[in-house]
């Protein structure tokens, strides 16, 4: 997972509710190779390929701080948090 301070086009985008089971998102569209995240409170984040699926030791996602991560198409996220929240998934192009 790598962190990208490139902007891109808004596309499509999910809310992953987030709880102490990790969620996953929907697989990325064909032409994302970036995504926006943000969360509700804290949580542990994963970009993958198939279904990840995140842990408490995985990239920390500071609540309401939107972060750019570089992804690859069909890829989805994960996330994990101690309490319930949202993660707000946006594709970019």
């Known amino acids: ?9 808004l596309g499509a985008a999910q ?3 987030l709880t102490s ?3 996953a998102s929907t697989a990325f569209g ?8 943000v969360a509700t409170v804290a949580c ?3 970009i993958s390929d ?14 309401n701080w939107p972060m750019v991560f570089t992804c690859n198409p069909g890829q989805k996220v ?5 309490s319930s ?5 946006t594709e970019l192009s």
């Open 1 to 9: 997972m790598t962190i990208s301070n490139s902007n891109g086009r």
């Open 15 to 17: 809310n992953v509710a």
């Open 21 to 23: 089971t990790s969620a």
């Open 30 to 37: 064909t032409q994302t190779y970036s995504v926006l995240l």
């Open 44 to 46: 542990n984040v994963r």
């Open 50 to 63: 198939g279904t990840p699926i995140a842990v408490a030791t995985d990239t920390l996602i500071p609540p």
């Open 78 to 82: 994960a996330g994990v948090t101690a």
């Open 85 to 89: 929240a949202t993660l707000s998934v």
